[in-house]
């Protein structure tokens, strides 16, 4: 089953880089899914909605999560929420 998770960034939103494909699917691979779409806003919360579904995925998380500037990561905030699938 291809799973695809928005994370949601509530904490260092201004810092988050532009990010490339390839450090992307380094955050899927670590969280466990197959595809990661950052959202800064609500309405980039729904784009990667829609984004992830067009793509395949039958399954959708969302999580909230804080970007850490100095590490160059993120930190998860909360559990991570089925949003279908």
Request: glycine content about 10%; overall charge neutral.
């Amino acid at each position: 089953m291809k799973k695809g998770m928005i994370l949601y960034v509530t904490q260092g939103g201004e810092d988050v880089p532009l990010q490339s494909a390839k450090a992307l699917n380094e955050t899927a691979r670590s969280l466990g899914v197959t595809a990661v779409m950052v959202a800064n806003s609500e309405e980039d919360a729904v784009y990667g909605w829609w984004s992830l579904v067009t793509r395949g995925m039958q399954q959708v998380l969302f999580m909230t999560a804080a970007y850490d500037a100095a590490l160059g990561r993120f930190e998860s905030r909360s559990a991570p929420m089925r949003l279908c699938g």
